[in-house]
Every structure is written in C-alpha cells, then in structure tokens.
C-alpha cells in the first residue's frame, strides 16, 4: 500500500501495490486559478459561520433577556395582585362612610335632646318639680294602662274557656250516639 503527498496536500492510496500505474486521485488541482476560487469558499464559509454564530449567540442573548423582563413582570404583578387585594374598594368606604355620617348625626341629634333635658334638671328647683311631677304623671298612667289590660286579657281568657265547655259538651253527645 502506498501514500503520495500531492503539492495541495490531497492524499490517495493505491489500493493495489502491484500495479504499475496509480489510481488517480479524487481531485488535483492543476493550476492556481483553480486555487483562487477555492480560497473564496474558504474565506466565504469561515466568515460566514462566524456571522452565522454571532447572530446565534445575540438571538440568545435576546431571548435570555426577554425571558428575565417576563419574569420580572410577573412577579410584579403577583406583588400587586397581594397589595391591592388588601385595600378596601372605594364603593365599599364609602359606604361606610356614609353608614358612620348618618350615625353620628342620630347621635348628635339624641345628644342635643338629651342636653336640653339635662338643662331643666340642672336648672332652678321649680323646673325639676314640674319635671319630676310630669314623669310620675306618665309613669301612673302606664301603670293604669298595665292594670287594664291585665283586666282585659283576663276576661278573654274567661270567654275562650266559656266557648271550649260549650263545644265539648256539645261534642260529646254526638261522640256518644255514633259510638252505639
């Protein structure tokens, strides 16, 4: 078996060593104007996949960053999410709001009443006479308005027993006839 080094450095083995003449190689070049375009290729393609890599590695780049900004917007917006639901809506403060207003007043209201009884009990001995006379006037007519319908749910109470003896009596007698 046999090797030759051809002046571009493309290789061939014979495959018979017993033959006179060689196998001819695959591609020998003849001259240096079939050179010339092979070293555009070569130029060519090392530039090329040097461009081709760097538009890869700035492709990834981009993703990568494009990825992280996603992130990043998502937990801003998961942080967001928490703090606005811990706030309270505007509809409902104001109605709350209106709900505190409306109390206050009844109760300013109820405190100006108040006040102006508690001015005739602190004012002069004759007002807080006629005043305490007016409260025991009012409080011995409830107490007459209490005994009088005591009085009245008592002679309800007669009625309704007087009216279930007279249905049971007349009643019974059916009840026993049908039974004989």
Not at 13 to 18: D, I, K, L, S, Y
Not at 58 to 81: A, C, P, S, V
Not at 104 to 112: D, H, L, V
């Amino acid at each position: 078996m046999r090797t030759e080094t051809l002046p571009m450095t493309i290789t061939y083995t014979a495959h018979h060593a017993n033959e006179e003449s060689p196998a001819p190689p695959l591609f020998c070049p003849t001259s240096a104007e079939s050179a010339k375009p092979r070293r555009h290729r070569a130029l060519f393609w090392t530039i090329g996949s040097s461009l081709l890599s760097a538009v890869g590695f700035l492709g990834i780049m981009m993703y990568e960053q494009y990825d992280r900004n996603l992130t990043e917007l998502r937990n801003d917006l998961k942080h967001f999410n928490e703090v606005s639901g811990e706030q309270v809506k505007r509809e409902e403060m104001r109605n709350r709001f209106t709900s505190m207003w409306t109390i206050i007043k009844e109760m300013q209201a109820t405190g100006q009443e108040n006040s102006k009884e508690t001015q005739l009990l602190k004012g002069d001995g004759i007002a807080k006479e006629t005043r305490l006379t007016q409260l025991e006037q009012q409080l011995k007519t409830a107490d007459e308005d209490r005994k009088e319908l005591n009085r009245e749910m008592l002679r309800l109470r007669e009625r309704l027993a007087a009216m279930e003896g007279r249905v049971s009596t007349l009643t019974a007698p059916a009840l026993g006839s049908a039974g004989k």
